[in-house]
């Protein structure tokens, strides 16, 4: 019989299999690639840290393992079944059955006026225009750390977009997640974006 973790991958290609790029990758992202997502999250200190796209959640689990006791953290992943491992992979974080175009509305309904730690696990060049608009949004308004912080599963492909939005972009390669994969972290929109015709998403 396959062991949760397996079944898990499982679920996740079959995910990535039926919706193509509504998923961010073939497979859950490994320990390594987590780990470089949570950067800024510091375990001396309480933070209040949002994810998007929680999927099975081993971003979710290095996170919560990384934390302050303290921390306030939630998670908000929009898929039914995705959400139930999830929750069951992570059954003390709070992992909220939504879209992540629903952002506002859930961080009020948290009451999380601001956020520390931004990370988002979300395909964002396969999202509505829309939908990514109001995540950015959300993240100028709200995010004290002023660092926008997206994982990616094509290394240095989506950099130029990146940097069509904000100032300041870094790359951190993750060699050791099958396939390579890697982080970006970006800081200040441009003073144009709001005006921009076209932004990350179809």
């Known amino acids: 019989m396959a062991g949760p973790r397996l079944s898990d991958r499982l679920k996740f290609a079959s995910k990535f299999a039926t919706h193509g790029r509504k998923i961010a990758s073939i497979a859950p992202s490994s320990r390594w690639l987590s780990r470089a997502m949570c950067k800024d999250i510091d375990p001396t200190r309480p933070q ?29 992943e929009v898929d039914d079944e995705l959400h139930a491992i999830a929750k069951k992979r992570c059954p003390n974080v709070e992992i909220i059955h939504r879209s992540a175009g629903d952002i506002d509305g859930i961080l009020d309904a948290c009451g999380m006026d601001s956020v520390d730690c931004f990370l988002s696990c979300l395909p964002v060049p396969s999202l509505p225009q829309e939908v990514n608009r109001q995540i950015l949004d959300t993240w100028f308004r709200r995010c004290t750390s002023g660092t926008f912080t997206q994982i990616t599963q094509i290394p240095w492909y989506y950099m130029s977009m990146y940097k069509r939005v904000f100032k300041e972009v870094s790359f951190s390669l993750v060699a050791m997640n099958c396939p390579p994969a890697g982080v970006y972290h970006c800081r200040s929109l441009r003073a144009d974006y709001a005006s921009l015709e076209r932004l990350p998403g179809k």
Do not use: C, D, K, N
Request: proline share 7%.
């Open 48 to 76: 209040t840290i949002l994810e998007l796209g929680a999927g099975t959640g081993p971003v979710t689990e290095v996170i919560q393992q990384t934390m302050h006791p303290e921390s306030r953290f939630i998670s908000v």
